[in-house]
């Protein structure tokens, strides 16, 4: 592996849909996720890292040290229990309610170096066998729409039936009335945060770095379906600092990158308009447009 990062970054995404849900609440029948005072859209970060996993699987076709350790139908522990066969550590007779031990941390550093969504945004690897927990440097926020959203609920009709009971009722029909959820357009904000020192706890590379990016900007064109309408990668700008601590607030960065929707209806990117503040950065802060 390269040597982890050395400077912090804070970064802008923006991305939108249309005609779709981009994120069901499971505790409201799936529909979109709304903040009921202001009736903006939301999308939750874990919905956004499971982008990045799913893009960096496929990218990188699952191969150590690109393994994603949070995947469909994983089981965690059996992946614990991995670092220690790969270390030829025995924990076999160790009858701790948390197997591991004093090898915790080589277990920890064995799963940072061969999971690309463990050294990115960390992981609780402390039930059963023992692996710890890891601080991911990579963090987002929520994504929140910029306009308000209308959340729309379509009847659908499938032409067939599940069970002989059903299609007994039916009297041969064989219909099936079900509901969709969608949204007729939104665009989503949201800001992450990459420390320069948490990096060098997981060993956060460059080229962890650099296929983020790539990741943020592509995600979406390998996660289609109908639920999801039409899902883009709009605008991605990222500020980097000089040092690891920084040269400037994260917020007041931010602020540079302003977003305006449209009088009236919105329904596409081009009803809103984003403008870049890059002029007098703060002294040891450069800003890098990835897209938009």
Known sequence: MNNPIQN????VLLFDVQDGNPNGDPDAG??????????????????????VRNYVGLA???????EIYVKEKAVLNN?????????????????????GGDNVDVARQWMCHNFYDVRTFGAVMSTGVNCGQVRG???????????????????????????EA?????????????????????????????????????????DDLELLWESLLNMFEHDRSAARGQMATRGLYVFKHDSALGQAPAH?????VQIQPSNGVTREFRDFSVTVDAQSL???VSLQRLMG
């Open 60 to 66: 990188r076709e699952e191969q150590p040290p690109y």
């Open 30 to 51: 799936n529909l979109p996720r709304v903040d009921p005072e202001t009736g903006h859209g939301l999308v939750t970060d874990v919905c956004l890292k499971r982008k």
């Open 252 to 256: 007041s960065l931010f602020e540079r």
């Open 137 to 163: 440097p990579v963090q987002l926020t929520f994504a929140r729409s910029i306009a308000p959203v209308v959340s729309l609920e379509h009847s659908i009709t499938r032409m067939a039936v599940a069970t």
């Open 282 to 284: 703060p002294n040891g």
């Open 166 to 206: 059903e299609a007994v009722k039916q009297d041969g029909d064989n219909r099936t009335m079900g509901r969709k959820y969608t949204l007729p357009y939104g665009l989503y904000r949201t800001h992450g945060f990459i420390s320069a020192h948490l990096a060098k706890q997981t060993g956060f590379s460059d």
């Open 79 to 99: 992946q614990h229990k991995r670092a220690y066969e790969a270390l030829n550590i025995d924990i076999s007779g160790d009858t701790s309610k948390r197997r």
């Open 8 to 11: 912090r970054y804070d970064f």
